[in-house]
């Protein structure tokens, strides 16, 4: 065996059985096997669960430093088998309690993306119970590499094959579909999307069957290298951003017909646009087959569609709808912001006002369905600049239409369009009358 060289660290963590014991016992057996030495060890500390699905108990959390001449498969290797030692049920897909966790942070300085092995690991920036043991073995957190740049594939071919590797290799993968210009919105899918899936891909395409002849498909925003800047720095593993002629090819004649949720609203300003979304979002599950695919609230009526039509082609992919991120003055995030004068950005936030404003009448006891939305117009009605599309309540979750009369909750949608910058901007944005959670 060559002398030991490469600096590693891994993350341990145990949140079942006798915690501090499958702590110290792996770190005991690392130094056992032949090729490893332990530099140091951090201090254990207890982290409480903030992972998804049901609550678990806390985690007793720390790093061990060592130094190896094992390659990093094989080190991972010993990873895995002190993790089975420990009584590790795998593969357990998703969050779970676990006896032992063992997690390679770093392996010297190198750049790892490989089907069993990614490092640095994509996550460790993004957990505290790992920056502070980090901090305590005097490690530069500020200095050390985010992972590595995300994977950027065109084919479309070539994705599949990519997903079916990490599919193949146990992987949770999750799905975040965008058309670029990504801003905190974005973000904020891709960040959900790393903390409950094993490998990220995010898409970047401008959709040319979701646009109408007369919108703005060729003017649509695009940024691709900094698309890619937001990728990174959220640790998506692959970006897919093909041509419009790669996704679709010159004979392309088949699409998704919608119905249900993808009528009025949107639905009834744009004529096929629904038909445009439901044939891409098919198209990219049915090249990733992820686990889950991530989408905004932001578009509620595109999310309640996309539900759908999940559930109507028998896609076994979760949809998780994540919560809208507003700019602090309320105005929901968007790609099209950028194009809004400064007379209509400042007069846009009426829209999250006036959403506001219904939803605090309805606090205060208001039930008509009417009077809620004459509630929204109203406020709208005082920003003579906002030419008002739509405004409606609709039932929680498949935004069916709600019966005139009392209602006990609903989401309010409202669109506007605003003229006065470079090119019209239309708006939208939508806001449940009982807070979620997530929501101030
Ligand atoms: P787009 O690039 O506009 O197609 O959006 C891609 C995804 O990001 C969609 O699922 C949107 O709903 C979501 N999204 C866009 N803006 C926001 C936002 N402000 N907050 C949360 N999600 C958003």
């Given amino acids: 065996m060559p002398a030991p060289a490469t600096i590693v660290h891994v993350a341990l963590g145990s949140n079942e059985g006798d915690r501090h014991r499958h702590l110290q016992d792996a ?232 119905g249900g949720a993808a009528s009025g609203m949107e639905g009834a300003l744009r004529a096929d646009h629904f038909r445009g979304v439901a044939t891409v979002v098919a198209r990219l599950f049915a090249l990733a087959r992820p686990h889950r695919a991530y989408f905004g609230e932001k578009d509620a009526q595109q999310l309640a569609v996309i539900r759908r039509m999940t559930r109507d082609l028998g896609f076994p992919i979760h949809v998780v709808g994540c919560p809208i991120v507003r700019e602090a003055d309320g105005l929901a995030m968007s790609s099209r912001n950028v194009y809004l004068g400064p007379a209509d950005r400042a007069a846009s936030t009426v829209l999250h006002r006036a959403l506001c404003s219904a939803r605090a009448a309805f606090a205060r006891g208001e039930r008509g369905r009417d009077a809620l939305i004459a509630r929204v117009r109203a406020v709208l009605a005082t920003e003579p600049r906002a030419a008002v599309d739509y405004v409606e309540l609709r039932a929680e979750g498949d935004l069916a239409p709600l019966p005139p009369g009392p209602v006990d909750g609903g989401r309010l949608l409202v669109a506007a369009r605003f003229t006065d910058g470079a090119r019209p901007v239309r708006l939208l944005d939508n806001l449940s009358l009982v807070p979620g959670p997530l929501e101030p």
């Fill in 27 to 258: 770190i005991d057996r690392l130094g056992l096997v032949p090729g490893i030495e332990v530099v140091r060890r951090s201090s254990f500390r207890e982290s409480r669960f903030a992972g998804d699905g049901p609550a678990q108990p806390d985690y007793l959390n720390g790093v061990v430093e060592l130094r190896t001449a094992l390659p990093p498969l094989a080190l991972l290797g010993v990873c895995k088998a002190l993790e089975a030692r420990a009584g590790r049920r795998l593969p357990a897909p998703g969050n779970h309690p676990r006896p032992l966790d063992l997690d390679v942070l770093f392996y010297g300085d190198e750049c790892i993306d490989s089907r069993d092995l990614v490092v640095p690991h994509p996550r460790w920036h993004l957990r505290e119970f790992v920056l502070e043991p980090l901090r305590e073995l005097g490690v530069d957190v500020a200095a050390r590499p985010r992972r590595a740049a995300p994977r950027v594939v065109e084919p479309p071919g070539e994705f599949a094959a990519l997903c079916s590797t990490w599919l193949a290799g146990g992987c949770v993968v999750g799905l975040v579909p965008t058309m670029g210009a990504l801003h905190d919105g974005h973000r904020s899918l891709l960040e959900i999307a790393r903390r409950e899936c094993d490998r990220v891909a995010a898409t970047i395409f401008v959709n040319p069957l979701q646009f109408g002849p007369d919108e703005d498909f060729a003017a649509y925003p695009r940024d691709l290298a900094g698309d890619l800047r937001v990728c990174a720095a959220a640790g998506v593993d692959a970006v897919f951003a093909p041509s419009v002629a790669q996704m679709y090819d010159p004979g392309f004649c088949s699409h998704v017909a919608v």
